[in-house]
Nanobody, 125 residues
Framework: QLQASGGGLVQPGGSLRLSCAASEARLDYYAAGWFRQAPGKEREGLICISSSGGSTYYAESVKGRFAISRDNANNTLHLQMNGLKPEDTAVYYC????????????????????WGQGTLVTVSS
């Protein structure tokens, strides 16, 4: 089970850190990723971390602003978001793939097996 948290209202240019706690699977055994879905849009892949700790960006729009990390001791995944923009407003989801490597392709979300419930991020002044 994955439990995402940390969303909220933030002003443009601000920062948020999202967390995703795993209660059963060991996160360091698998690839894990963050996704988001804005109203009226398809779910979009953002970034992934492999079991070995390497990260892969899915979205060019978040490169240099978002970073993924994993706290193995607490079995928690994080998404650090800096320089937030109004277009970052969405429900953010964490997910696990039963595999060690980050899946690639145009729609990597199809390759993920377990999903958290989502946390809403609103960027607005």
């Amino acid at each position: 089970q994955l439990q995402a948290s940390g969303g909220g209202l933030v002003q443009p240019g601000g920062s948020l850190r999202l967390s995703c706690a795993a209660s059963e699977a060991r996160l360091d055994y698998y690839a894990a990723g963050w996704f988001r879905q804005a109203p009226g849009k398809e779910r979009e892949g953002l970034i992934c971390i492999s079991s070995s700790g390497g990260s892969t960006y899915y979205a060019e729009s978040v490169k240099g602003r978002f970073a993924i990390s994993r706290d193995n001791a607490n079995n928690t995944l994080h998404l650090q978001m800096n320089g937030l923009k109004p277009e970052d407003t969405a429900v953010y989801y964490c997910a696990i793939r039963v595999g060690t490597m980050c899946p690639l392709g145009r729609r990597p979300q199809k390759e993920y097996d377990y999903w958290g419930q989502g946390t809403l991020v609103t960027v607005s002044s």
